[in-house]
C-alpha cells in the first residue's frame, strides 16, 4: 500500500490541475477581466522548494509549509466562483488554492467527511513533487486537521501532518515530509 500512495497522489494532482484551470481573463459573470498575475512571496522564493506565492486572495487564502525530506512556504488564494465547491450532501468543501495565472504550487484540501473529523485531505503539488495528506488513522500519516467554519459560508482551519508522503515528479522518489497549513476562504 505504500508503494501505491505516491502514484494516487500523482493522480489527485493531475485532477485537480485540470479543475483549477479556470478560463483566463474571466470572472464568475463572463466578463473579461484583466489580469494582474502574481509574484512568489519572500518565504516562497527562499524555501528552496516549488513556492507558491501571491499572497491572499479576495475570497481568502491557504498559508502552508512543508518540511523535511523538501521544503516549501508560501501563501496560495482561494479559487471561488464554481473551482472549489461545497457539496451540500457531503458536508464538505472541495477547496482548490492557487495563482489565477496557473503557475506554481497548487493545493486541494477536501473538507468531506464520513465520519466526525476523518477524512479531510490536503493534496499539494508544485511540479517538483506531489503530497497527499489525510486524517484517516490508517493512513500511518499522523493528521490532524482542526475545522473552525465548515459550511456553505465558506471554511476555515488548519492542519498539522507529522509523516505526509510525497513523490518527487522527476524520479518517482519517495520524499518524507511534515506539512502545516492554515485556510480561512469563503465564496
Not at 146 to 160: A, F, P, R, V
Request: contains cysteine.
Amino acid at each position: 500500500m505504500r508503494h501505491l500512495r505516491p502514484y494516487l497522489a500523482l493522480l489527485a494532482i493531475a485532477a485537480m490541475t485540470a479543475a483549477c484551470s479556470p478560463a483566463p481573463g474571466s470572472n464568475s459573470s463572463g466578463e473579461n477581466q484583466p489580469s494582474t498575475g502574481n509574484q512568489p512571496s519572500q518565504a516562497a522564493a527562499s524555501s528552496g522548494g516549488g513556492g507558491g506565492g501571491g499572497g491572499g486572495g479576495a475570497n481568502g487564502s491557504v498559508t502552508y509549509e512543508i518540511t523535511g525530506d523538501y521544503q516549501a512556504s508560501g501563501e496560495l488564494p482561494f479559487l471561488a466562483n464554481g473551482v472549489s465547491v461545497w457539496i451540500e450532501s457531503a458536508g464538505g468543501w472541495v477547496a482548490n488554492f492557487a495563482n489565477q495565472s496557473g503557475e506554481g504550487a497548487v493545493i486541494l484540501i477536501n473538507t468531506q467527511a464520513a465520519e466526525g473529523t476523518e477524512g479531510q485531505s490536503f493534496t499539494y503539488g508544485d511540479g517538483s513533487i506531489v503530497l497527499t495528506a489525510v486524517s484517516t488513522p490508517d493512513s500511518g500519516m499522523d493528521c490532524t486537521f482542526n475545522l473552525t467554519k465548515n459550511d456553505s459560508s465558506g471554511l476555515t482551519g488548519d492542519m498539522d501532518c507529522n509523516s505526509a508522503i510525497g513523490a518527487d515528479t522527476t524520479t518517482g522518489a519517495q520524499k518524507h515530509v511534515k506539512v502545516t497549513a492554515h485556510w480561512d476562504a469563503h465564496p
